[in-house]
């Protein structure tokens, strides 16, 4: 589970770190601490997802193990990262699931896939270019169009409003919850209940 941005200390709550903000919210919700990796360019914080018809022992992991990653460096260069942390977890491609904003999407919209074309999203575009094509999963969170003729590169540089980032925030919840059933119950049961909303 990929969340893509950029360095937090230069681009704090920007629109273009929505997907590393909704993994560390994921991480939150799962009670996992993120480290650096050792052999992956990135923070990580490994952890198990519970399924939702596990009955094992409450003492014994049960459900899904999760690996959540967020990348040190710059969105358009998250392929490296990306695939240091498929070669050290042995993650094949459609195990993959890469958390991140979208500018073709209204604000605060979600929604999820598999496969598919980049859209001209520089991070997507060195994701598939390093890890062997497109057929993994995406979380895609609704960063809205650029307002009149703002250079869309400018414009996910830039932080959320406060009612915004009140709409996004929501969102980011949801799509902690959407995550978490993708991986639960499989694309198709997350789709019917979260694109709804």
């Given amino acids: 589970m990929v969340g893509l941005g950029n360095p937090a200390a230069e681009y704090p709550e920007t629109r273009h770190n929505i997907g590393a903000d909704t993994v560390r919210r994921l991480a939150g919700k799962l009670g996992a601490g993120f480290k650096p990796h050792k052999k992956a360019q990135a923070q990580v914080a490994d952890t198990w997802l519970r399924s939702s018809a596990a009955t094992a022992d409450p003492g014994t992991p ?43 999407l209204e604000l605060a919209r979600l929604r999820l896939k598999f496969g598919g074309g980049t859209a001209g999203n ?22 809205g169009r650029p307002p ?50």
């Fill in 62 to 104: 049960a459900g899904t193990p999760l690996s959540l990653v967020v990348p040190f460096g710059y969105y358009n260069t998250s392929g490296g990262p990306v695939q240091q942390a498929m070669a050290f977890y042995k993650t094949p491609l459609d195990r993959l699931v890469v958390v991140h904003d979208d500018i073709d």
């Fill in 148 to 197: 009149g003729r703002m250079d869309p590169a400018d414009y996910v540089l830039k932080r959320f409003s406060s009612s915004d980032r009140e709409a996004v925030d929501v969102t980011v919840e949801r799509a902690t919850d959407a995550i978490c059933d993708l991986i639960d119950s499989g694309l198709e049961a997350a789709q019917n209940r979260h694109h709804a909303a």
């Fill in 122 to 143: 520089n991070g997507l575009k060195d994701i598939q270019r390093r890890c062997g094509g497109p057929d993994f999963y995406r979380v895609r969170i609704g960063i």
